[in-house]
């Protein structure tokens, strides 16, 4: 290695790994179409994790959910844990994240306090003060909410102030929440105005982080974190009529398809299914309700949800611009990939749950970096988002801790002839024990297993590749 490159990881959530436009054309994504031209596209990467926040953690540790100790959605990854961008800043990098966190829970308690959680969320007097460091970060610029959600607040707030929209509070769920039948649901177009769009603020921030990298002569180490396209499905116009609904073709069930599966699978066609089993605690279960939706239902969804993918995308484009025009491009090494898939209509499935299929766990994943991966390659090898914080030491020239779990996966990305992985593997437990599901990834087979439960799945990816 003769460079100490930037490192530039950009990352949607919730993003189905179809939903690009070099595999789809259905969809238009055309900075994320360039990327997999100028560098190689991964069609079979995995997430550690199909939750936002054990996969997050993942990603700036190294290590599988079951080590780092965020674990689920309402557990909080310990502030103590080695991160890759604590390594980085050691060797002189400059590191920031911008835009999703997600590393704490919404719920916090005098023993495990959250940044992430209301009231704290809305005190823009904290966040106008707090830029880091946090989880070897030392500049952090964040959101927490999905489109109009709650949980709008933080830097991104602040931001909105100061773009002049005093009164953003309109646009989003009201804190605290109102009595369920008098929330306001929206769905398609979304009021709040395109230019103040979290989408547009990641970008201008991500932007700006670069600018004074770049003229302090410092390598970064920078994570644009998008929130889109998680439901709800909500995009500021002219995204929100960018796809005709009638045109679109969401996923389906396949008639009699859950009779073999485990039993929570068929319960999700249910108009009013039993999940009490699975209720253990109070932590969330995604995905443990009734699943049941009309195609047409589907359809408007699925322009929405490709509008805000191609909002998003339109807004990577700026930054790797910025990147021409800095003159970095050449010397920058970027990723982009999303935390974990989604369903939409694909089994009969919505979302996110307990549903190990390949819409899920397998992810969008591209890789350029000039010089060093291949333009314009498309690899069948195996990788896992595990891997991000080792490699990105590795570019560096840094060593790798041992405590990482996760591989050097740059011989796989330069396309060394029988590099990579073997396997991949991805946990999933909402609960204790009740939701508490493995499973593990090759070339051609795929087996999950259940804790303490009397059956499994084992499937041929070669003969049903869904």
């Known amino acids: ?17 179809s939903a690009l436009g070099a595999t789809n054309p259905a969809i ?16 079979r990467a995995y997430c550690p994790n199909p939750v936002c926040s054990p996969t997050r953690a993942s990603i700036i540790t190294g290590l599988y959910p079951s ?53 704290t969320l809305r005190d823009l007097d904290f966040w106008r003060a707090f830029r880091g460091p946090w989880y070897g970060f030392d500049h952090v610029e964040v959101c927490r909410n999905h489109a109009d959600e709650s ?27 109102p009595p369920a039948g008098q929330r306001r649901r929206r769905h398609g177009a979304w009021e709040l105005p395109e230019a103040l769009h979290y989408n547009r603020w990641i970008a201008d921030r991500s932007i700006a982080f670069i600018d004074r990298a770049a003229t302090a002569e410092a390598p970064f180490f920078l994570w644009a974190s ?39 699978f068929g319960r999700t066609q249910e108009a009013h299914p039993d999940f009490s089993e699975f209720r253990e605690t109070a932590f969330a279960n995604h995905g443990l309700g009734s699943h049941l939706q009309e195609r047409a239902s589907l359809q408007r969804d ?5 509008g805000m993918t191609s909002f998003m995308d339109r807004e990577i484009g700026r930054i790797l611009d910025r990147l021409d025009a800095l003159g970095l491009a050449g010397d920058t090494l970027v990723v982009f990939t999303t935390d974990h898939g989604h369903f939409l209509g694909q089994h009969g499935l919505n979302a996110k749950g307990p549903f190990h299929y390949e819409d899920l766990i397998r992810i969008p994943f591209l890789v350029r970096w000039p010089g060093e991966v291949p333009a314009g390659a498309v690899s069948a090898g195996l990788q896992s988002t595990v891997d991000l914080a ?36 991805v946990e999933n437990r909402h609960q204790p024990t009740a939701v508490h599901l493995r499973t593990y990834v090759e070339q051609r087979y795929k087996l999950t297993v259940y804790r303490d439960r009397p059956y499994g799945e084992l499937w041929d990816l070669e003969e049903d590749p869904g």
């Not at 990482?404 to 330069?414: E, K």
Request: glycine share 10%; proline share 13%; with cysteine.
């Open 1 to 17: 290695m003769t460079r100490t490159p930037n490192i530039l990881l950009m990352t949607s959530d919730q993003q189905h790994t």
């Open 28 to 43: 238009r994504t055309p900075a994320l179409d360039r990327l997999a031209r100028e560098g190689t596209r991964f069609d």
């Open 67 to 119: 080590v780092h100790g965020c674990w689920t959605i309402g557990v909080k990854l310990p502030e103590d844990v080695p991160t890759v961008g604590q390594a980085l800043g050691h060797r002189g990098y400059a590191t920031g994240l911008i835009g999703k966190a997600h590393f704490q829970p919404l719920g916090s308690t005098p023993e495990s306090p959250s940044l992430e959680a209301q009231p």
């Open 151 to 177: 949980h709008a607040g933080q830097h991104y707030a602040v931001w909105l102030e100061e773009q002049g929209l005093r009164n953003w509070r309109d646009y989003f769920q009201p804190w605290p929440p």
């Open 226 to 264: 998008f929130p889109d396209p998680h439901p709800p499905y909500l995009v500021p116009e002219p995204w929100a009529s960018l796809y005709d609904p009638a045109a679109m073709a969401p996923g389906a069930l396949t008639p009699g398809e859950h009779a073999g599966n485990p039993p929570h």
């Open 302 to 306: 699925l322009a929405i949800y490709y």
């Open 390 to 425: 080792p490699t990105f030491l590795a570019a560096a020239g840094a060593p790798v801790p041992g405590l990482m779990q996760g591989l050097n996966a740059l011989p796989s990305w330069r396309g060394e002839a029988g590099a990579g992985r073997d396997h991949a593997i």
